[in-house]
């Protein structure tokens, strides 16, 4: 069937097959338009989805946001920055500008909180544990453990395991299972633990450990209380301050050092002793029980004195108050009284005040005739049997 046309001043007939052909490849060149002119750009709505959009220049969105899976670009911001063409990875630096920041309150996690930059909370309540490059809060409370490879810092810090980081520092109090850090352990309030491991300063107003305390250098302004063993290495000038008492837990149950590590100089005010004599420690030939009056002579530095002699030495002390020559070794060593008050072994009768001498087999007589370098020492006591032991003063003519 042939159809009239009229089309640039020529007016002819078509078949309607030719026709129906050619609506036909225009609809196809529409479908899979290659180029779209600039003028006809603005009037694009919608295209529906593309499989794949080539452009030379930017694409922007009044509106939205461009999409692609995987990437997101907000009001055509893009997220990430520094990436190379064809990367596949990338770090924090370059999505840092858009990371949420949360200055909030953690409350009552049950799981881990972990990140290798910081962790800020106004307060964190965790039933397990917190790691960061530094922890900051008001209040950190944890059945897990706190670690940082930064600092840590908050109020107050409470953890039933370990607190570990450069620097611990509490405006309040610090309770942990254990402290192990390079840095300080810092609290304006108690510090509480079942171990300290620190290389820096112990500082706290309160401070008990359990267990093994090691530190350079402890400030207490309150009370310590260790039942464990403290190692403090201090850089040679304060490894232990404190502005009050230190006080065993038990008296006359510890000592200050031992036998074999003892201090090098003690300085002080003055000293207060339980016991009366001043001692000094040597050889005897054999062992003599306290109160035996020695003189110089036998086969090593001193024996059981004879009657009379001029050489008496001392008398053999139990517990001086204060004992020199302490590290002597031998396989005898006495110590002798050289100054106090002391038992000493006698044969009577005897007045309180009398000038004693040898009587001798190591007992003491009374002699006010006494010549010098006879004298033991002076009775403080009345003794009228025939041997026995009674208090004397050491090296008082």
């Given at each position: 069937?042939?159809?009239?046309?009229?089309?640039?001043?020529?007016?002819?007939?078509?078949?309607?097959?030719?026709?129906?052909?050619?609506?036909?490849?225009?609809?196809?060149?529409?479908?899979?338009?290659?180029?779209?002119?600039?003028?006809?750009?603005?009037?694009?709505?919608?295209?529906?989805?593309?499989?794949?959009?080539?452009?030379?220049?930017?694409?922007?969105?009044?509106?939205?946001?461009?999409?692609?899976?995987?990437?997101?670009?907000?009001?055509?911001?893009?997220?990430?920055?520094?990436?190379?063409?064809?990367?596949?990875?990338?770090?924090?630096?370059?999505?840092?500008?858009?990371?949420?920041?949360?200055?909030?309150?953690?409350?009552?996690?049950?799981?881990?909180?972990?990140?290798?930059?910081?962790?800020?909370?106004?307060?964190?309540?965790?039933?397990?544990?917190?790691?960061?490059?530094?922890?900051?809060?008001?209040?950190?409370?944890?059945?897990?453990?706190?670690?940082?490879?930064?600092?840590i810092t908050g109020g107050n810090l409470i953890s039933n395991n370990a607190i570990s980081g450069t620097t611990v520092r509490a405006f309040g109090n610090i309770t942990a299972g254990n402290f192990e850090t390079a840095g300080n352990v810092?609290?304006?309030?108690?510090?509480?633990?079942?171990?300290?491991?620190?290389?820096?300063?112990?500082?706290?107003?309160?401070?008990?450990?359990?267990?093994?305390?090691?530190?350079?250098?402890?400030?207490?302004?309150?009370?310590?209380?260790?039942?464990?063993?403290?190692?403090?290495?201090?850089?040679?000038?304060?490894?232990?301050?404190?502005?009050?008492?230190?006080?065993?837990?038990?008296?006359?149950?510890?000592?200050?050092?031992?036998?074999?590590?003892?201090?090098?100089?003690?300085?002080?005010?003055?000293?207060?002793?339980?016991?009366?004599?001043?001692?000094?420690?040597?050889?005897?030939?054999?062992?003599?029980?306290?109160?035996?009056?020695?003189?110089?002579?036998?086969?090593?530095?001193?024996?059981?004195?004879?009657?009379?002699?001029?050489?008496?030495?001392?008398?053999?002390?139990?517990?001086?108050?204060?004992?020199?020559?302490?590290?002597?070794?031998?396989?005898?060593?006495?110590?002798?009284?050289?100054?106090?008050?002391?038992?000493?072994?006698?044969?009577?009768?005897?007045?309180?005040?009398?000038?004693?001498?040898?009587?001798?087999?190591?007992?003491?007589?009374?002699?006010?005739?006494?010549?010098?370098?006879?004298?033991?020492?002076?009775?403080?006591?009345?003794?009228?049997?025939k041997t026995g032991t009674i208090e004397v003063i050491v090296g008082r003519a």
């Amino acid at each position: 069937m042939p159809v009239p046309y009229t089309f640039a001043n020529q007016i002819g007939n078509i078949a309607l097959s030719e026709l129906d052909a050619n609506f036909s490849n225009v609809k196809a060149a529409a479908d899979t338009a290659t180029t779209v002119t600039a003028s006809a750009q603005p009037a694009i709505t919608s295209v529906g989805q593309l499989t794949s959009l080539g452009v030379l220049g930017n694409i922007s969105s009044l509106i939205g946001g461009v999409y692609a899976p995987g990437f997101y670009y907000p009001n055509g911001v893009s997220i990430l920055t520094g990436i190379s063409s064809g990367s596949s990875s990338y770090g924090n630096s370059n999505v840092a500008a858009y990371l949420a920041v949360y200055n909030g309150g953690l409350d009552n996690l049950a799981g881990n909180v972990t990140t290798s930059g910081a962790v800020n909370a106004s307060s964190g309540y965790f039933s397990s544990s917190i790691q960061g490059g530094s922890v900051f809060g008001t209040i950190l409370t944890t059945t897990g453990f706190v670690s940082a490879t930064g600092n840590i810092t908050g109020g107050n810090l409470i953890s039933n395991n370990a607190i570990s980081g450069t620097t611990v520092r509490a405006f309040g109090n610090i309770t942990a299972g254990n402290f192990e850090t390079a840095g300080n352990v810092i609290a304006t309030q108690g510090v509480r633990a079942a171990a300290f491991l620190t290389s820096g300063a112990i500082q706290g107003s309160d401070i008990y450990s359990t267990g093994l305390l090691r530190g350079a250098s402890l400030t207490v302004s309150s009370s310590a209380n260790f039942t464990g063993l403290a190692t403090l290495n201090g850089d040679g000038a304060n490894a232990v301050i404190h502005t009050g008492n230190i006080l065993p837990a038990l008296a006359n149950a510890y000592n200050l050092g031992s036998s074999s590590q003892y201090y090098s100089t003690i300085y002080g005010t003055s000293t207060r002793a339980q016991y009366a004599d001043l001692a000094e420690n040597y050889l005897a030939d054999k062992n003599y029980p306290a109160g035996t009056v020695m003189m110089i002579g036998g086969s090593q530095e001193v024996t059981a004195a004879t009657a009379g002699t001029k050489k008496v030495a001392g008398i053999v002390s139990e517990n001086p108050a204060h004992l020199m020559n302490s590290k002597l070794n031998g396989d005898n060593v006495v110590a002798l009284a050289l100054q106090g008050r002391v038992p000493c072994l006698v044969t009577g009768p005897i007045s309180k005040g009398d000038l004693l001498i040898s009587a001798g087999d190591g007992y003491a007589c009374s002699n006010n005739q006494a010549e010098a370098g006879q004298i033991i020492g002076k009775s403080l006591e009345d003794f009228s049997g025939k041997t026995g032991t009674i208090e004397v003063i050491v090296g008082r003519a």
